[in-house]
């Protein structure tokens, strides 16, 4: 059931969607329980395939494959308010209404909202990266997700690549946000980050991985065709993306790296939670 594959997606995924409105929770009231339940979680599901389109290329919805995720701060307070309203919205459907299943898949659905807002607090969005991963790998991961067949493919990946400059830069300014406020990693973990980095500012766009989809590109596509897009794909790289990716490179290492601190523990986060001894 459609319910349950979105429930379970929750889990898979930690993270414009529809608006919240009055009208909606009339509506809401108005319907059915179970068809209450089924259109928000359909509307949540919506949601976060419009927050995080590399994921729904991965998934093979094809219509996100020109997009980049939006993850600016002012991105990040919308995202809060839209899974207040969905929240919200739990709230209100009758749940006398509701099989023990469909009861079960609510308070699912609902902790797991709850646990994001919670999450939310901390705007962990200021550090958009791992050890081994983050937002950079995202978007690397996100080539293989685009079948790569026809021109449409090929047209809806470079308006993909020519956005990434823009994503590249919010998350610089989601990293400057977290300078100033001390919410960084050690610098062990750093020093494991600059490697993934540094690999992305190339110097020339034959040498990046995004243009990894232009070497070989299937013969069903005209001469003419590939021509035009492998020029046009050189363009976007060394016009705007790969200066990016210089650019948080160049401020990895002069700037993000140098003053941080060597502290493993978590009560060394200016906003971790107290914990109290047993």
Not at 115 to 133: G, Q, T
Request: negative net charge.
């Amino acid at each position: 059931m459609f319910r349950l594959c979105a429930l379970i997606a929750v889990f898979l995924l930690p993270i414009s969607a529809l608006a919240h409105s009055p009208d909606q929770d009339k509506d809401a009231a108005a319907m059915a329980p179970d068809a209450a339940l089924e259109k928000l979680f359909a509307d949540e599901w919506q949601a976060r395939m419009d927050r995080h389109p590399f994921w729904a290329s991965q998934r093979g919805l094809r219509e996100y494959d020109a997009l980049v995720p939006d993850v600016s701060a002012e991105a990040q307070q919308r995202f809060q308010r839209e899974d207040q309203a969905f929240l919200e919205r739990l709230s209100v459907i009758d749940r006398a209404g509701l099989t023990a299943s469909d009861r079960l898949n609510a308070d699912l659905f609902g902790a797991v909202l709850e646990e994001r807002l919670a999450e939310r607090a901390y705007e962990p969005w200021r550090i958009p990266f791992v050890s081994d991963s983050g937002f950079h790998t995202s978007a690397t991961m996100a080539i293989e997700a685009i079948p790569f067949k026809t021109i449409k493919h090929y047209e809806d990946y470079l308006a993909r690549l020519s956005k990434l400059d823009g994503y590249v830069a919010q998350n610089i300014a989601n990293m400057r946000a977290g300078l100033e406020t001390g919410f960084t990693m050690p610098r062990a973990i750093l020093e494991k980050v600059a490697p993934g980095f540094k690999a992305l500012a190339v110097d020339r766009a034959v040498d990046s991985a995004f243009y990894a989809p232009f070497d070989n590109m299937p013969e069903s596509i005209p001469e003419t065709d590939r021509a035009r897009l492998q020029k046009s794909a050189m363009d976007v790289l060394n016009q705007r993306l790969l200066p990016a990716w210089r650019g948080l490179y160049a401020f990895f290492i002069e700037d993000y790296m140098p003053p941080r601190g060597t502290h493993w523990g978590r009560h060394h986060c200016p906003m971790a939670m107290p914990i109290t001894p047993c």
